[in-house]
């Protein structure tokens, strides 16, 4: 009967006004949406039988009201069957908590127990497990709402933040010029000038920092940082304040040569991208060395690969790239999805070398945007030849020929693929690595031991953001 009365195309049973029984000339019955959503595609044929019907308004069909009247002699509840009397299971005893036929409830049932018929149950408790659950959705959405607000007062004080950096580079250098400035003075009148100005900048920096400072990190440690990490954050504020007036009343040759930038000294060979708030915009500038006190972005060189196998998680591995290198900025690119494929569902391959010097786990292929498995490089001219080699140590991340690694074929390799080497291989040295395991090794010795290797999969992949410098 159910059969019957079911659209052999969405497998539903035919309801009124939602999905209308509708007969092609042909004979064959179907839903009336269902039919519509086959004459969108192109021809419509019929899907029983391929009968051409393309003349045919589905529209103006008309509802095949006997199959209609059946309907309504189908109940979508579904019942067992008891077990000793072979009965549907259509009541629910609340207080014995089970199911029961029409049988159970004269033979051995105790009598004044609460019974109910299974489908009034089912409903109600739907309608209140839909309230629980839209009650937990809301208070989701309030913390959803919440995280949101927080996210912006964050870029909020960025915001802020690269403003001030601004103002605090010209500050350091009106008080560069201004010290060249006073150790040059001649004259009681430039050196009361130099006097008038050294008080000036010092009433602007404890306007505009040590105050805003100090009322920016109370404000953010309200919602970010518990009770006794208030105090701490603060006081060591001032207390790097203090240090380096303290290091500029003793100095030594190299801050008495240039005082102002001397603390950047040890920054000078760090490439960052520089963040300017402008326009309401917050901007990421090109790649240069930090040189000087301007908020700015180490630029990213570390990734990371999430690997499950078997249903289960083994962890997450960071890599951290040599970005001067071709190769490093097509693994990035995967990781990132930012060329069209990425890592997401890509699957090891083999284990090179098991159990013995220069083990490693070998990836093949990476996953296109129509779910397809590619080796292809992405980009071309990829580093080749000694002049890139490097010892095979543990946690290398390399691009190599398995007979490299004294095992398999030249041809048993690939543009893409990658190795992550578990163990060493003193004496042996390698062509193409670009990077190297910082953490999460062992979720690499959890992959190469799992049998079969080909389940392992990379279930999340993605980009590392650095730490804010100065």
């Known amino acids: 009967m159910r059969e019957a009365v079911t ?65 309504s002699s189908i109940s979508n509840t579904e019942y067992g069957t008891c077990g000793t009397h072979g009965d549907d299971l259509k009541y629910w005893c609340c207080e014995c908590d089970a199911q029961l036929c029409s049988l159970c409830l ?76 006073t150790r040059k003075a001649t004259s009681i009148e430039l050196v009361k000038k130099a006097d008038e100005k050294v008080k000036e900048s010092k009433e602007t920096f404890q306007k505009l920092f040590i105050k805003g400072l100090d009322s920016a990190v109370a404000d953010s440690s309200k919602d970010c940082l518990p009770n ?31 005082p102002v930038m001397a603390s950047n000294i040890s ?86 070398n098991q159990d013995c010097a220069g083990e490693c786990l070998a990836f093949r292929n990476y996953v296109t945007p129509n779910n397809e498995r590619s080796n292809r490089p992405l980009i071309t001219d990829l580093e080749q030849g000694p002049a890139n080699s490097k ?3 543990e946690g290398l991340v390399m691009q190599c020929n398995a007979r490299d690694l004294g095992c398999g074929h030249a041809n048993d390799m690939n543009e893409f693929a990658f190795f992550i080497c578990t163990s060493g291989y003193p004496g042996k040295s390698i062509s193409c690595p670009f990077g190297e395991v910082v953490s999460g090794l062992e979720v690499v010795w959890d992959a190469v031991n799992h049998n079969p290797v080909t389940e392992v999969t990379i279930t999340q992949c993605g980009l590392v953001l650095p730490d804010l410098v100065q």
């Open 391 to 393: 010892p095979i140590t």
């Open 228 to 258: 006794d990490k208030k105090v701490i954050e603060t006081d060591s504020l001032k207390k790097n304040v203090e240090d380096k007036q303290e290091k500029a009343k003793t100095g030594n040759e190299a801050t008495e040569k240039n």
């Open 7 to 71: 659209c052999p195309v969405c497998s539903e049973v035919y309801q009124a006004s939602v999905r209308e029984p509708v007969t092609l000339p042909c004979g064959h019955t179907f839903c009336r949406s269902c039919l519509v959503a086959v004459k969108g595609r192109g021809n419509l044929l019929c899907p029983t039988c391929r009968t051409s019907h393309n003349q045919v308004n589905v529209q103006q069909l008309s509802v095949n009201y006997t199959i209609l009247s059946l309907t």
């Open 106 to 181: 004269y033979s051995g049932h105790p009598q004044g127990h609460s019974v109910q018929l299974a489908k009034a149950y089912i409903q109600e408790k739907q309608a209140a497990l839909a309230d629980e659950i839209n009650l937990l959705c809301m208070k989701l959405e309030s913390q959803h709402e919440e995280m949101k607000r927080r996210f912006t007062m964050v870029l909020q004080g960025m915001s802020e933040l690269c403003q001030k950096g601004y103002t605090l580079n010209d500050s350091w250098v009106n008080l560069n010029q201004l010290l060249q400035q």
């Open 267 to 352: 920054k000078s060979n760090v490439q960052c991208v520089r963040l300017e708030y402008k326009k309401s915009q917050l901007l990421l500038h090109c790649i240069s060395l930090h040189s000087d006190t301007r908020l700015s972005l180490q630029v990213p060189s570390e990734v990371f690969l999430e690997a499950s196998a078997g249903g289960k998680c083994l962890g997450q591995v960071n890599i951290r790239l040599w970005c001067h290198l071709r190769r490093a900025h097509q693994f990035m690119a995967l990781c990132l999805g930012t060329l069209g494929p990425s890592f997401l569902g890509a699957k090891a391959d083999r284990v090179f």
